[in-house]
Nanobody
């Protein structure tokens, strides 16, 4: 059984930093890639960052160089380094993984709140 568990969400002041982690257990056949998504109340889910099995990365335009996604294949963990956080970054952040046959897995999410 595949399970994705996010951690690291917290209340942080504007300008602060957080590192989110996504621990993956189980086996995903022919993994296409993994990514971070976020959803704020009243807004659609949006892609934050994506990383392929070859470590090619893609970021949402709103990130503006503030976030970095990475993978630790040895520990089956994906990370999202978040710097210079803004109130608009407040959302539930979800980890996802997708196989090449279209099966997508999701974690339960971790809350990031940026507020003074």
């Amino acid at each position: 059984q595949v399970q994705l568990v996010e951690s690291g969400g917290a209340l942080v002041q504007p300008g602060g930093s957080l590192r989110l982690s996504c621990a993956v257990s189980g086996w995903i056949f022919s993994l296409d890639g993994m990514g971070w998504y976020r959803q704020a109340p009243g807004k659609q889910r949006e892609m934050v960052a994506h990383i392929t099995t070859s470590d090619a990365t893609t970021y949402g335009d709103f990130v503006k160089g503030r976030f970095t996604v990475s993978r630790d294949n040895a520990n089956n963990t994906m990370y999202l380094e978040m710097n210079s956080l803004k109130p608009d970054d407040t959302a539930v952040y979800y980890c996802s993984a997708r196989s090449d046959n279209g099966v997508q897995y999701w974690g339960q999410g971790t809350q990031v709140t940026v507020s003074s």
